[in-house]
């Protein structure tokens, strides 16, 4: 599915869409951790957040919440492409093992999930789940 909104009203705001939007990628990434944990054989513990979208406090606190998940968001989020390049090389040379990698990558703030969302995030999640199956056929087609 590449996006969509369901269930609007005449009560829907333009706030509304947008934190809608902030919920579905927010769900995509819970989706794929089920996967990436089995393929790494252990759960996630905490998700480090980058690039523009780390910028927001607001998603990264969504991002928290909706993956149960604490979100450490890293200082200075728009240059991470650029660290890891650098720190890639180092790793390349021996300047740095990989296991120090981590400790080189500055947090600017944690974001713990809050607990009393967490019921209604399942379940939205649970819906998020059960739309994309029901619609994966006629989505097929519109982009076909």
């Known amino acids: 599915m590449?996006?969509?909104?369901?269930?609007?009203s005449l009560q829907t705001t333009r706030a509304h869409l947008a934190r809608a939007v902030f919920e579905g990628l927010a769900f995509n990434s819970r989706w794929v951790c089920g996967p990436v944990e089995?393929?790494?054989?252990?759960?996630?513990?905490?998700?480090?957040?980058?690039?523009?979208?780390?910028?927001?406090?607001?998603w990264s606190q969504i991002h928290a919440d909706v993956l149960g998940k604490p979100?450490?968001?890293?200082a200075d989020p728009l240059?991470?492409?650029?660290?890891?390049?650098?720190?890639?090389?180092?790793?390349?040379?021996g300047a740095v093992s990989p296991e120090d990698l981590?400790?080189?990558?500055?947090?600017?703030?944690?974001?713990?999930?809050n607990p009393?969302?967490?019921?209604?995030?399942?379940?939205?999640?649970?819906?998020?789940?059960?739309?994309?199956?029901?619609?994966?056929?006629v989505f097929g087609h519109m982009n076909g």
């Open 38 to 58: 089995k393929f790494i054989g252990r759960p996630i513990e905490s998700i480090r957040f980058s690039g523009g979208g780390a910028l927001s406090n607001t």
């Open 102 to 113: 981590s400790a080189l990558v500055p947090i600017e703030n944690v974001f713990e999930p």
């Open 79 to 93: 240059n991470t492409t650029v660290r890891g390049a650098g720190l890639l090389a180092l790793t390349a040379v």
């Open 116 to 137: 009393d969302h967490q019921a209604a995030y399942d379940k939205a999640f649970g819906h998020f789940l059960e739309l994309f199956k029901q619609n994966k056929r």
């Open 2 to 8: 590449r996006g969509g909104f369901m269930n609007l």
């Open 71 to 74: 979100v450490l968001q890293v």
